[in-house]
C-alpha cells in the first residue's frame, strides 16, 4: 500500500501541479471569485538524495527563531508553558502600483566579521571524542568546529578555517540584508562536529548560543560564549536606495516547475546571499483566475513573522511577471524524508507536529486558514525545523466563526465538512494536522484509497482505525484532531486547546518557539548552493528568466489588478530599501 501511495502522489504532482478549475468561494461577509478544486501544488523543493553533510565551507539557508536568551543545551530549562504574542498587520500599511518595487528611506546592510575564539572550554563528557590533531596548533586541518550566524530568519554557517578546538579561527566577513528600523538581533550559536569511530557519521554536538541586540551593533568586539571569548565586529551600513529586479540576482539552478513558472536558487549579487526566487506569469494566472490565490500569497507571506513558517524577503514585478524573493530552505520536503524513511517514531512525529501547531496558531491569529497542509508543503531547514511552504490555497479575513465554502485542497486531507459542502472554518487545519500526524507515524493517511471517490466517502463515513501498537496519548490526540463534527473537534476554540493535550506534556511552547529543542534529525546538506534535495529533473536545466512573448503582454487595466503586489510594511519588510 505504501508504494502505491507514493506512485499517486508523484502522478498528482505531474499532472495537477497549479491547475485549477474557477468556481465561487462564498464567506459569511462577502463574495469573491476564486479557483477550487486543487491537486498538489507548487513548492520550493521536489526532493531527491541526500548528500554527505561533512563539508568545510560555509552554509547558507532558512534558519527562524525568536528573540531568547543565551542558552546552553546543558542547561536545565526552568521556564513554563507559555503563550506568544503576535503583533496584527498594521492598518497603516501603504499600497502602492508600480513596475519594479517600493523603496524605503533607509536601506541599510549588516556586515558581521568573525576572527577568533580564544579559551574555548570542551565539556568533559565531549573531550574524548575530539580527535588529537584538532588540538594541535601545527596541523594543517580547520578544527571540527562551526558557527552558525541567523539574522532575520536567515542563517549562515561558517566553518573554521584554521587553530583548534580550544581556539579555532574564522577570519570570515557575512553580509545580510536588513530591515529598515529594525531591532532584530543576531543570533550566534556554536557546534562541536564529532565523528563516530569507524564509521562516516557525524554528531553535531550544540555547545552554547548567544544574541547581539540591534542597539549594539558598530558596538561589539569581544563576546562571552560558551566560556570563550569570540571577537566580532558588526557594522550597518546604508546601500543605495533603489528597487529590485531580476538583474540584481545571479541564477544559480532551477529547483521547481509549475504551470505559472518556476522556482530558481538565486544569490543576490550585493550581499551575496542565497535565496529561491519564485516567477509567475502574470498572464497565465489572468487566464486561469488566479490572481485572487496568487495576491493571497504574498500577502500571507509579508505579514507572517513566525520561526516556522518560510520567509518572504522581497516582492517585485515586471510587466509580464511576478517575483517573489523567499528563503532558500534546501534541506528538503518532509513528504522526501518519509518516503524514503517510513514512519516516523514518536518523538519525531511530536517534534514536527508541535512546530505545526505553532505555525497553524500563527495564522489563525491573522485571521488565515491555510488549507493545504500537507508533507509537500512542509521544508525542513539546515538545522532540522520545519519550515510551512506554499500559500496559495490560504484563505484570508476569516474571523473565528467565520464560514467559506471553497472546495479546495489535496484530497488525502481533506476534511468531511468541505467534503460536505457545509462550509467551514478555521477548525479545518486541525483535521489536516490530524491526518499529517497519522501519516508520520503509520506512514500512510487514516482513509487512504486509491479511488478518490472512495476514499471521499471513507473520509466521511468510516471509522477511524489505529494500528494495535499506537501510543494511548498520540491515539487521543489523533482522536480529538479528527472529530467529524467540526464544533466539537479538538481545537475548535484555539490552538491553545491541542497545546494543553496530554500528549504534548514534556513540551515547553516558549521553548520550542525559540527553537531551543534540538531537532530529532538533521537533513544532509553540503553548502549554500546544494540542490540535492531538489529533483534533478529541474536542477539540470538551464537556469533563465524566460522572455514572454508579446502576445502575453497585459493590458493597462489588467495591469491595475496587480497594484498591490509592490506592497511595503516598512516596519516589518523592507529589506535593503527594496520593496
Same mark, same amino acid.
Given at each position: 500500500?505504501?508504494?502505491?501511495?507514493?506512485?499517486?502522489?508523484?502522478?498528482?504532482?505531474?499532472?495537477?501541479? =497549479?491547475?485549477?478549475?474557477?468556481?465561487?468561494?462564498?464567506?459569511?461577509?462577502?463574495?469573491?471569485?476564486?479557483?477550487?478544486?486543487?491537486?498538489?501544488?507548487?513548492?520550493?523543493?521536489?526532493?531527491?538524495?541526500?548528500?554527505?553533510?561533512?563539508?568545510?565551507?560555509?552554509?547558507?539557508?532558512?534558519?527562524?527563531?525568536?528573540?531568547?536568551?543565551?542558552?546552553?543545551?546543558?542547561?536545565? =530549562?526552568?521556564?513554563?508553558?507559555?503563550?506568544?504574542?503576535?503583533?496584527?498587520?498594521?492598518?497603516?500599511?501603504?499600497?502602492?502600483?508600480?513596475?519594479?518595487?517600493? /523603496?524605503?528611506?533607509?536601506?541599510?546592510?549588516? =556586515?558581521?566579521?568573525?576572527?577568533?575564539?580564544?579559551?574555548?572550554?570542551?565539556?568533559?563528557?565531549?573531550?574524548?571524542?575530539?580527535?588529537?590533531?584538532?588540538?594541535?596548533?601545527?596541523? /594543517?586541518?580547520?578544527?571540527?568546529?562551526?558557527?552558525?550566524?541567523?539574522?532575520?530568519?536567515?542563517?549562515?554557517?561558517?566553518?573554521?578555517?584554521?587553530?583548534?578546538?580550544?581556539?579555532?579561527?574564522?577570519?570570515?566577513?557575512?553580509?545580510?540584508?536588513?530591515?529598515?528600523?529594525?531591532?532584530?538581533?543576531?543570533?550566534?550559536?556554536?557546534?562541536?562536529?564529532?565523528?563516530? $569511530?569507524?564509521?562516516?557519521?557525524?554528531?553535531?554536538?550544540?555547545?552554547?548560543?548567544?544574541?547581539?541586540?540591534?542597539?549594539?551593533?558598530?558596538?561589539?568586539?569581544?563576546?562571552?560564549?560558551?566560556?570563550?571569548?569570540?571577537?566580532?565586529?558588526?557594522?550597518?551600513?546604508?546601500?543605495?536606495?533603489?528597487?529590485?529586479?531580476?538583474?540584481?540576482? /545571479?541564477?544559480?539552478?532551477?529547483?521547481?516547475?509549475?504551470?505559472?513558472?518556476?522556482?530558481?536558487?538565486?544569490?543576490?549579487?550585493?550581499?551575496?546571499?542565497?535565496?529561491?526566487?519564485?516567477?509567475?506569469?502574470?498572464?497565465?494566472?489572468?487566464?486561469?483566475?488566479?490572481?485572487?490565490?496568487?495576491?493571497?500569497?504574498?500577502?500571507?507571506?509579508?505579514?507572517?513573522?513566525?520561526?516556522?513558517?518560510?520567509?518572504?524577503?522581497?516582492?517585485?514585478?515586471?510587466?509580464?511577471?511576478?517575483?517573489?524573493?523567499?528563503?532558500?530552505?534546501?534541506?528538503?520536503?518532509?513528504?522526501?524524508?518519509?518516503?524514503?524513511?517510513?514512519?516516523?517514531?514518536?518523538?519525531?512525529?511530536?517534534?514536527?507536529?508541535?512546530?505545526?501547531?505553532?505555525?497553524?496558531?500563527?495564522?489563525?491569529?491573522?485571521?488565515?486558514?491555510?488549507?493545504?497542509?500537507?508533507?509537500?508543503?512542509?521544508?525542513?531547514?539546515?538545522?532540522?525545523?520545519?519550515?510551512?511552504?506554499?500559500?496559495?490555497?490560504?484563505?484570508?479575513?476569516?474571523?473565528?466563526?467565520?464560514?467559506?465554502?471553497?472546495?479546495?485542497? /489535496?484530497?488525502?486531507?481533506?476534511?468531511?465538512?468541505?467534503?460536505?459542502?457545509?462550509?467551514?472554518?478555521?477548525?479545518?487545519?486541525?483535521?489536516?494536522?490530524?491526518?499529517?500526524?497519522?501519516?508520520?507515524?503509520?506512514?500512510?493517511?487514516?482513509?487512504?484509497?486509491?479511488?478518490?471517490?472512495?476514499?471521499?466517502?471513507?473520509?466521511?463515513?468510516?471509522?477511524?482505525?489505529?494500528?494495535?501498537?499506537?501510543?494511548?496519548?498520540?491515539?487521543?490526540?489523533?482522536?480529538?484532531?479528527?472529530?467529524?463534527? $467540526?464544533?466539537?473537534?479538538?481545537?475548535?476554540?484555539?490552538?491553545?486547546?491541542?497545546?494543553?493535550?496530554?500528549?504534548?506534556?514534556?513540551?515547553?511552547?516558549?521553548?520550542?518557539?525559540?527553537?531551543?529543542?534540538?531537532?530529532?534529525?538533521?537533513?544532509?546538506?553540503?553548502?549554500?548552493?546544494?540542490?540535492?534535495?531538489?529533483?534533478?529533473?529541474?536542477?539540470?536545466?538551464?537556469?533563465?528568466?524566460?522572455?514572454?512573448?508579446?502576445?502575453?503582454?497585459?493590458?493597462?487595466?489588467?495591469?491595475?489588478?496587480?497594484?498591490?503586489?509592490?506592497?511595503?510594511?516598512?516596519?516589518?519588510?523592507?529589506?535593503?530599501?527594496?520593496?
Amino acid at each position: 500500500m505504501a508504494s502505491s501511495w507514493k506512485l499517486t502522489k508523484k502522478l498528482k504532482e505531474t499532472n495537477f501541479l =497549479r491547475g485549477h478549475a474557477p468556481s465561487t468561494d462564498e464567506t459569511n461577509h462577502g463574495n469573491e471569485k476564486s479557483p477550487t478544486r486543487s491537486g498538489v501544488r507548487d513548492t520550493l523543493v521536489a526532493a531527491a538524495r541526500p548528500v554527505d553533510k561533512n563539508n568545510e565551507g560555509s552554509t547558507y539557508s532558512a534558519l527562524s527563531s525568536l528573540d531568547s536568551k543565551t542558552y546552553s543545551p546543558e542547561e536545565s =530549562r526552568t521556564n513554563t508553558l507559555t503563550g506568544h504574542t503576535l503583533h496584527a498587520p498594521s492598518e497603516k500599511s501603504k499600497h502602492r502600483h508600480t513596475l519594479s518595487t517600493t /523603496t524605503s528611506e533607509n536601506p541599510s546592510l549588516l =556586515r558581521v566579521k568573525v576572527y577568533e575564539i580564544k579559551h574555548l572550554p570542551i565539556p568533559d563528557k565531549y573531550a574524548k571524542e575530539v580527535p588529537a590533531w584538532a588540538l594541535d596548533i601545527s596541523s /594543517t586541518r580547520p578544527p571540527p568546529v562551526y558557527l552558525v550566524l541567523e539574522y532575520d530568519k536567515v542563517q549562515i554557517l561558517l566553518h573554521a578555517i584554521g587553530g583548534t578546538v580550544e581556539e579555532p579561527v574564522w577570519d570570515k566577513i557575512t553580509t545580510f540584508d536588513v530591515a529598515v528600523d529594525s531591532k532584530t538581533p543576531l543570533s550566534i550559536s556554536l557546534y562541536l562536529r564529532l565523528k563516530e $569511530p569507524g564509521t562516516s557519521k557525524v554528531n553535531d554536538v550544540g555547545l552554547g548560543s548567544i544574541l547581539v541586540s540591534a542597539a549594539d551593533f558598530n558596538k561589539q568586539d569581544q563576546l562571552s560564549i560558551s566560556g570563550g571569548k569570540l571577537s566580532i565586529k558588526c557594522e550597518l551600513h546604508n546601500t543605495k536606495n533603489q528597487p529590485l529586479s531580476i538583474d540584481d540576482f /545571479t541564477l544559480l539552478k532551477v529547483v521547481g516547475k509549475g504551470s505559472f513558472g518556476k522556482v530558481m536558487q538565486v544569490r543576490k549579487n550585493d550581499t551575496r546571499q542565497i535565496y529561491a526566487l519564485k516567477t509567475i506569469r502574470k498572464a497565465h494566472i489572468v487566464s486561469k483566475s488566479e490572481i485572487g490565490h496568487t495576491l493571497a500569497e504574498r500577502t500571507v507571506l509579508a505579514k507572517i513573522n513566525n520561526p516556522f513558517i518560510v520567509p518572504l524577503k522581497f516582492s517585485f514585478q515586471s510587466p509580464e511577471k511576478l517575483y517573489l524573493v523567499l528563503a532558500f530552505v534546501n534541506g528538503g520536503e518532509l513528504f522526501h524524508h518519509l518516503q524514503r524513511e517510513g514512519p516516523f517514531d514518536l518523538n519525531r512525529a511530536r517534534f514536527y507536529t508541535a512546530e505545526l501547531l505553532c505555525a497553524l496558531e500563527c495564522l489563525h491569529e491573522y485571521n488565515v486558514i491555510y488549507r493545504d497542509l500537507k508533507p509537500e508543503n512542509i521544508l525542513l531547514d539546515y538545522t532540522g525545523h520545519i519550515a510551512l511552504c506554499d500559500f496559495g490555497l490560504c484563505k484570508l479575513n476569516m474571523g473565528t466563526n467565520d464560514q467559506t465554502k471553497t472546495f479546495c485542497g /489535496t484530497p488525502e486531507y481533506l476534511a468531511p465538512e468541505l467534503l460536505l459542502g457545509q462550509g467551514y472554518t478555521k477548525a479545518v487545519d486541525w483535521w489536516t494536522l490530524g491526518v499529517l500526524f497519522y501519516e508520520m507515524l503509520t506512514g500512510l493517511p487514516p482513509f487512504f484509497d486509491q479511488d478518490i471517490n472512495t476514499m471521499y466517502h471513507k473520509i466521511v463515513k468510516d471509522p477511524l482505525l489505529f494500528p494495535a501498537d499506537m501510543d494511548r496519548e498520540a491515539k487521543s490526540l489523533i482522536t480529538g484532531l479528527l472529530e467529524r463534527d $467540526p464544533s466539537k473537534r479538538l481545537g475548535v476554540n484555539g490552538a491553545a486547546e491541542i497545546k494543553a493535550h496530554p500528549f504534548f506534556n514534556q513540551i515547553d511552547w516558549k521553548f520550542l518557539l525559540n527553537k531551543k529543542y534540538a531537532a530529532p534529525f538533521l537533513p544532509l546538506v553540503a553548502s549554500a548552493v546544494d540542490t540535492s534535495n531538489f529533483d534533478s529533473e529541474f536542477t539540470n536545466e538551464v537556469p533563465m528568466d524566460s522572455v514572454v512573448e508579446k502576445a502575453s503582454i497585459l493590458s493597462e487595466s489588467v495591469q491595475d489588478q496587480f497594484k498591490g503586489w509592490s506592497y511595503s510594511n516598512e516596519s516589518r519588510l523592507a529589506s535593503s530599501g527594496k520593496w
